[in-house]
């Protein structure tokens, strides 16, 4: 007999934010799957039939530009893969990629929207969290601009701010992310993205550790984004 998996809801601000008779309706559409470092949940053109949500691991979104993959975003619990592609009804402009172990929840397309038009207060409720989506996308294209230094800066800010632990008067980012992501995820070369962060574990600025990074003085790095 199938061992019946609850659908983790609480883990997802956007759907767990429904009402429960919402959620009771939305549960059998849902699929939640496991996936190894390093698989694809879906590649830039796909047809975007499904909206996914991380519900354990992390995820990075990859787009092909000039020859060369860049990083444009890493994902991590409770947040929503490819909504806006989903939303807009076109294909996927970017590929999802596992940076860990993870699992991911998806809903077909067309039933989640099929339950959305017959329930006005649910479509209020996901559109006010796609609105906070496209926010932090238009955030992300904006610490695009800018030096190599002041794009790596606002990149640890945010992974500071995301995921980062206050340890004495530091902060512990725990994601190990290696010299060619981090390249990719500023949009510069491997070359530079080694220079950069080997002159920042000299003065100090960022520690490079086995299982991430160490901010020892934050309002140092803040500094650095100041143009």
């Known amino acids: 007999m199938p061992i019946e998996v609850p659908i983790p809801f609480s883990s997802i601000p956007l759907l767990a934010a429904l009402r429960k008779e919402d959620r009771e309706l939305l549960a059998p559409l849902c699929r939640l799957r496991g996936h190894e470092k390093g698989d694809a949940i879906f590649h830039e053109g796909d047809p975007a039939d499904r909206i996914y949500f991380v519900h354990v691991g992390r995820v990075k979104i990859m787009k092909s530009a000039g020859g060369r993959d860049v990083i444009l975003e890493i994902l991590g619990p409770g947040e929503p893969v490819g909504a806006v592609a989903v939303f807009e009804r076109r294909p996927f402009p970017a590929s999802a990629i596992t940076l860990e172990p993870s699992s991911i929840l998806s809903i077909p397309e067309r039933e989640f929207f099929t339950l959305l038009e017959s329930r006005p207060e649910m479509m209020r409720l996901v559109l006010a969290g796609l609105t906070y989506r496209l926010m932090m996308v238009n955030k992300r294209l904006a610490d695009m601009t800018g030096s190599a230094e002041y794009r790596t800066a606002r990149l640890f800010l945010t992974l500071s701010d995301r995921v980062g632990l206050t340890v004495g008067g530091g902060?512990?980012?725990?994601?190990?992310?290696?010299?060619?992501?981090?390249?990719?995820l500023i949009g510069t070369t491997l070359e530079t993205a080694i220079r950069l962060m080997s002159r920042w574990q000299k003065d100090d600025v960022v520690r490079t550790e086995k299982d991430g990074f160490f901010v020892p003085d934050i309002?140092?790095?803040?500094?650095?984004t100041v143009e």
Do not use: K
């Open 219 to 224: 309002g140092h790095l803040r500094e650095l």
């Open 171 to 184: 902060v512990r980012i725990p994601l190990p992310l290696s010299r060619q992501e981090i390249a990719d």
